[in-house]
Structures are given as structure tokens and as C-alpha cells.
């Protein structure tokens, strides 16, 4: 068992920045993979970001790439979000997720290969 609590959400003006945190516990860390998803009101959970084993592969949905940052430190058990140039249109639940074993590219984009999540923080950017 993976337990993930996210942390860092909030409210913050178009343009502005966040830090989202989410620890891990309960698995040897480097062994996961991890991604972070967000789900709007109204709208299915999309993925925003994903990190492998190490910090070499990082992948981006194109709405956020230039923006967000995903990054890892092994030796916190922690993975970061890092979000610039905030838009009213990032406003979303903003979930960490993990999984372990070997993966593709597309797995790590899928919600689906996921088995862990955390509870999800809130992200709020006014216009």
C-alpha cells in the first residue's frame, strides 16, 4: 500500500504561482512512478503531469507544458508540482498519483494505471 496526501493548493491571482507537495509513504519511493491529475467541476479528471523513477523522463499535457514543472525528491518521498503563469482555466481538484512496476509513456498518462491517489487539493486562480 502507497498513502499519498498532497499539500500546497490555494487561491491565487491569474499569472501567479503555486507549489503543490505530495508526500508518499508506505513503499520504497523510488520504485513508483508518479503523476499528477486535476478534475474541474463538471469535467472528467485529466492528466496534467508525470515523472518516472528518476527525474530523466517528465511528461506534460500540452495545455501546461512551459508552465508546470514536475519534480521528485527521493529523499523527502516527495513529488512537486511546480505551476507558473497560473490561468483562471487551471482551476481544478489537483490529485497525486502512483504507481509501481515497469511503465510506457502511456501508461503514465492514463489514470487508469494508477493505484494510488491521493485526496486531492484545491486550486483556485481568479481572473
Known amino acids: 500500500q502507497v498513502q499519498l496526501v498532497e499539500s500546497g493548493g490555494g487561491l491565487v491571482q491569474a499569472g501567479g504561482s503555486l507549489r503543490l507537495s505530495c508526500a508518499a509513504s508506505?513503499?520504497?519511493?523510488?520504485?513508483?512512478?508518479l503523476g499528477w491529475f486535476r478534475q474541474a467541476p463538471g469535467k472528467e479528471r485529466e492528466f496534467v503531469a508525470a515523472i518516472g523513477w528518476t527525474a530523466v523522463n517528465t511528461y506534460y499535457t500540452d495545455s501546461v507544458k512551459g508552465r508546470f514543472t514536475i519534480s521528485r525528491d527521493n529523499s523527502k518521498n516527495t513529488v512537486y508540482l511546480q505551476m507558473n503563469s497560473l490561468k483562471p482555466e487551471d482551476t481544478a481538484v489537483y490529485y497525486c498519483a502512483a504507481r509501481s512496476g515497469r511503465y510506457l509513456e502511456t501508461h503514465l498518462r492514463d489514470l487508469q494505471e494508477y493505484a494510488y491517489w491521493g485526496q486531492g487539493t484545491q486550486v483556485t486562480v481568479s481572473s
Open positions: 508506505g513503499r520504497t519511493f523510488i520504485s513508483l512512478a
